[in-house]
């Protein structure tokens, strides 16, 4: 009965595991109707996006999304694709289908944060990176001569 007891235990913290969102990854944690979901703006996610928005890069779409101005079809469609990202193989109708016991907010909030994980809110670095200078070493250790 313990190594039952033990494998069940694993199990449940396998489990844990897998429903909590990593961050570095780009993860988001979103409580629907005592439901944990895990949202993810994957390459894929990224690419069905600009298809259903009718955009032709990246930057279009972070345009779109940075004018704060998005309708309930905008988020349900944001939503749908963030879920499957996540690794949630939900339909369209099924993500539409989902409680709103709290409101609007939770969902909305979590769709921001995770936009600024994806997309970034601050100050941009340069891409592709600005060529460093061949004269300046970059080693920690100068250069010596013999």
Same mark, same amino acid.
């Given at each position: 009965?313990?190594?039952?007891?033990?494998?069940?235990?694993?199990?449940?913290? =396998?489990?844990?595991?897998?429903?909590?969102?990593?961050?570095?990854?780009?993860?988001?944690? *979103?409580? $629907? /109707?005592?439901?944990?979901?895990?949202?993810?703006?994957? $390459?894929?996610?990224?690419?069905?996006?600009?298809?259903?928005?009718?955009? =032709?890069?990246?930057?279009?779409?972070? !345009?779109?999304? /940075?004018? /704060?101005?998005?309708?309930?079809?905008? *988020?349900?469609?944001?939503?749908?694709?963030?879920?499957?990202?996540?690794?949630?193989?939900?339909?369209?109708? !099924?993500?539409?289908? *989902?409680?709103?016991?709290?409101?609007?907010?939770?969902?909305?909030?979590?769709?921001?944060? *995770?936009?600024?994980?994806?997309?970034? /809110?601050?100050?941009?670095?340069?891409?592709?990176?600005?060529? =460093?200078?061949?004269?300046?070493?970059?080693?920690?250790?100068?250069?010596?001569?013999?």
């Amino acid at each position: 009965m313990a190594g039952t007891s033990l494998a069940m235990t694993e199990g449940n913290l =396998q489990t844990e595991r897998q429903s909590m969102p990593n961050r570095r990854r780009g993860e988001v944690a *979103l409580q $629907l /109707g005592g439901t944990c979901y895990t949202l993810c703006l994957t $390459l894929g996610a990224l690419a069905e996006l600009e298809d259903a928005f009718g955009v =032709q890069d990246l930057n279009a779409l972070a !345009e779109r999304f /940075g004018t /704060g101005h998005l309708s309930s079809r905008d *988020l349900l469609t944001l939503l749908g694709v963030a879920l499957r990202g996540g690794g949630h193989a939900m339909s369209d109708v !099924e993500v539409a289908s *989902l409680p709103l016991h709290e409101g609007i907010e939770p969902v909305a909030a979590a769709l921001a944060d *995770l936009l600024i994980m994806t997309f970034g /809110g601050g100050e941009t670095s340069p891409n592709p990176p600005q060529p =460093q200078d061949a004269s300046v070493s970059q080693s920690p250790y100068p250069r010596t001569m013999r």
